[in-house]
């Protein structure tokens, strides 16, 4: 089985965990002819490229992508439509492939790894912590997809992909 795991946003990314490897690439983006806060959205088609290149025809394919927050006003808004727009593209293209998606919201991944915050801790696991994790159980990706700090939209994406193969597989 082939897990996807998706860190949405127009810095967001896709991992893939088969049984022998793990691959992550960053959403595939396209600039919007618009001006505003958001310039770019996440390209459908190349996105559907992406995981048929990734994901073998009759291969089993389980899909989750980490759900939206919600709210906000003024600029907020345009940043929560243009979040909105994001999961719609990535559902759309994962539907027109066959697959079922499945939503897990961050509170629920992030407690499996002990990077929600608590009470009791004075400091607020992030970025960091993230990307970290993502390299002790990806110590192949560690060099190359997950080598800079930037690159922890990646290595959240491969932490849904692991929290979906040990809670929902």
């Known amino acids: 089985m082939v897990v996807i795991g998706i860190d949405g946003g127009l810095t967001g990314a896709i ?18 002819d618009v001006g505003g806060v958001v310039q770019r959205r996440v390209h ?25 927050a919600t709210g906000g006003q003024g600029s907020m808004a345009q940043t929560n439509n243009s979040q909105y727009r994001t999961r719609g593209t990535i559902e759309c293209a994962l539907e027109m492939l066959g697959l079922e ?32 994790l993502a390299r002790e159980l990806y110590p192949a990706l560690s060099q190359g997809e997950l080598r800079l700090a930037l690159h922890h939209n990646r ?12 809670v929902l597989a």
């Open 44 to 68: 459908g088609p190349a996105l559907a490229s992406i995981v048929r290149q990734f994901c073998p025809r009759g291969e089993p394919i389980l899909a989750v992508v980490e759900d939206l």
């Open 155 to 166: 290595a959240e994406a491969a932490l849904i992909a692991h929290w979906a193969r040990k």
């Open 101 to 132: 998606v499945k939503a897990v919201p961050p509170q629920r991944w992030k407690k499996m790894y002990g990077l929600v915050a608590n009470r009791k801790s004075l400091s607020k696991p992030g970025k960091k912590d993230s990307l970290a």
């Open 15 to 32: 991992a893939f965990l088969h049984p022998d490897r793990a691959i992550v690439v960053d959403l595939p983006t396209v600039p919007l």
